[in-house]
C-alpha cells in the first residue's frame, strides 16, 4: 500500500514551454503533498507545501508565479514549470502523507520526474 | 529545523550488520527521528522512524540514544539492494515537512 505514482517519469521541452508534472496517491487519499527537486549528486529540496483544496506554502527562495502547484483533489497534485528554462532542469519528486494511521505519519514518494530544458 | 549530522559516506561487507549514525544535538523534545533511503534515479523510500524509544521493522532497527542526541539505524544483514543514500531526518511532527541534509552514501561490497 502506499504507492504515489509521478507522471511523466521523464520529459524534454524547449525552453520558453511550460510543463506540468502530476503526482497521485494510487491507494490512499493524500491530504498533504510535498514537492521537492533534487540537482545531481545532491540532496533534496523542499520547494512547497500543498493541502488540498488550498493554496500551496512555498519554501523561501521558490517562486510561487514560476511552480504553479495545484492540489484539487485528494488524489492529486500537480506542478507546473512556467516558461522553463535550462536552469530548471532537475529531478522533481513529490511525497504525500494520508489521513490515518501510518500513512499520517510518514510521507511516501513518488518515482521522481526528471525533466530537461533545452 | 534542528539539523542532523551524518557521515558523508560508509562502506560495508554483503551480509554484515551495517550501523548508520546520525547526531542530533540540538533536537527538541517533540522532534521525530525519520530515516529514508534513496537508489539512484528514484524517489526517496521510507525506512524507520521513532520517536524516544528503539523501533523496529522488517527493513531496519533504529536505536536511539537516552538522550535523543543521536541514533543508528541498523541493517542487520546488508545486501547489494541496500546500497543507497541514507538520510536521517526530524520532523516537528510525524507527517510533517522533511528537510533533507546530505545523507551517508552506504556502499556494499561483495
Known amino acids: 500500500g502506499a504507492v504515489v505514482s509521478q507522471h511523466p517519469s521523464r520529459v524534454i521541452c524547449k525552453s520558453g514551454t511550460s510543463v506540468k508534472i502530476e503526482c497521485r496517491s494510487l491507494d490512499f487519499q493524500a491530504t498533504t503533498m510535498f514537492w521537492y527537486r533534487q540537482f545531481p549528486k545532491k540532496s533534496l529540496m523542499l520547494m512547497a507545501t500543498s493541502n488540498e483544496g488550498s493554496k500551496a506554502t512555498y519554501e523561501q527562495g521558490v517562486e510561487k508565479d514560476k511552480f504553479l502547484i495545484n492540489h484539487a483533489s485528494l488524489t492529486l497534485s500537480t506542478l507546473t514549470v512556467t516558461s522553463a528554462h535550462p536552469e530548471d532542469s532537475s529531478f522533481y519528486i513529490c511525497?504525500?502523507?494520508?489521513?490515518?494511521?501510518?500513512?499520517?505519519?510518514?510521507?511516501?514518494f513518488g518515482p521522481g520526474t526528471r525533466l530537461l530544458v533545452l | 529545523d534542528a539539523k542532523t549530522t551524518q557521515p558523508n559516506s560508509m562502506e560495508s561487507n554483503e551480509e554484515e550488520p551495517v550501523h548508520l549514525p546520525c547526531n542530533h544535538s540540538t533536537i527538541s523534545g517533540t522532534d521525530y527521528i525519520h530515516w529514508y533511503r534513496q537508489l539512484p534515479s528514484q524517489g526517496p523510500e521510507y525506512v524507520i522512524h521513532?520517536?524516544?524509544s528503539n523501533v523496529n521493522n522488517r527493513m531496519a532497527s533504529l536505536a536511539i540514544a537516552e538522550d535523543r542526541k543521536s541514533s543508528t539505524l541498523i541493517l542487520h544483514r546488508a545486501t547489494l539492494r541496500d546500497a543507497a543514500v541514507y538520510y536521517c531526518?526530524?520532523?516537528?511532527?510525524?507527517?510533517?515537512?522533511?528537510?533533507f541534509g546530505q545523507g551517508t552514501e552506504l556502499s556494499v561490497k561483495p
Open positions: 511525497s504525500a502523507t494520508g489521513t490515518s494511521g501510518h500513512l499520517q505519519e510518514t510521507q511516501y
Open positions: 531526518i526530524l520532523s516537528r511532527n510525524q507527517g510533517g515537512k522533511l528537510i
Open positions: 521513532g520517536l524516544t
